[in-house]
């Protein structure tokens, strides 16, 4: 079974500008969720997806925000990037709703680095 | 009440020895508590879990320890390898549905 897959693995952007990542989840997986991680912060969820619903979201401003396509495939998007928004972004897939209580499985993640 | 305070930050170890990362949560309502490893570069992978109706858990080299009452759990590597190196974070959380909030995390070195 392919792993989750999130692309690209690296990005620059500048500081206004907006991104978007991509995560594809292990295949028969309905749930994605994101989390950031930072030398400082460490992990910190973001938000998660469930057949195409966000069911839970953290404590992040509005300029974060995410969708699910009915292939279970994510989006996230970063609006008006800010420099401490540099980080390493994670997807977490699993077989049922939310990363707890689960086994939950980690792509590569996306550095993103805004200059 | 969200908190996983993780410790030590930074742990070395001689080949063949035993590393201990310690974890501690205040949300009772937390009933799901796995390791994660993560290598330079990759995404954490999830190496062990355990629930509170045991105290322990042991799957190879690993094992978890689980003090309900304390509110503390910890990650038990035996004969400590230097493959072994990485960052080790802890996570908890409540029931399926809920996200896992995760330990700053400990990098653990393993000198041959």
């Known amino acids: 079974k392919a792993g989750v897959t999130q692309t690209p693995r690296y990005l620059i952007k500048t500081r206004g500008q907006q991104v978007t990542l991509s995560c594809s989840p292990i295949s028969g997986h309905r749930s994605v969720s994101w989390y950031q991680q930072t030398p400082g912060q460490g992990l910190q969820f973001l938000f998660e997806?469930?057949?195409?619903?966000?069911?839970n979201k953290g404590n992040f401003p509005g300029r974060f925000s995410g969708r699910q396509f009915s292939n279970s495939r994510s989006e996230m998007n970063v609006s008006t990037l800010e420099l401490g928004d540099s980080a390493l972004y994670l997807c977490?897939?699993?077989?049922?709703?939310?990363?707890?209580?689960?086994?939950?499985?980690f792509g590569q993640g996306t550095r993103l680095t805004v200059v | 009440q969200q908190q996983v305070k993780q410790s030590p930050q930074s742990l070395i170890v001689q080949k063949g020895g035993i590393s201990i990362i310690n974890c501690a949560y205040e949300?009772?309502?937390?009933?799901?508590f796995p390791w994660y490893q993560q290598f330079p570069g990759k995404g954490p992978a999830l190496l062990i879990a355990?629930?509170?109706?045991?105290s322990e858990k042991k799957e190879g080299r690993f094992t978890i320890s689980f003090n309900k009452s304390a509110k503390q759990f910890s990650l038990h590597i035996m004969d400590s390898q230097p493959g072994d190196s990485a960052t080790y974070f802890c996570?908890?959380?409540?029931?399926?549905?809920?996200?896992?909030?995760f330990g700053k995390g400990t990098t653990l070195s393993v000198s041959s």
């Open positions: 949300n009772t309502a937390f009933d799901y």
């Open positions: 355990i629930r509170p109706d045991v």
């Open positions: 997806y469930f057949s195409e619903t966000q069911r």
């Open positions: 977490a897939s699993s077989s049922r709703a939310g990363t707890g209580g689960t086994e939950a499985f």
């Open positions: 996570a908890a959380s409540g029931q399926a549905g809920t996200a896992l909030i």
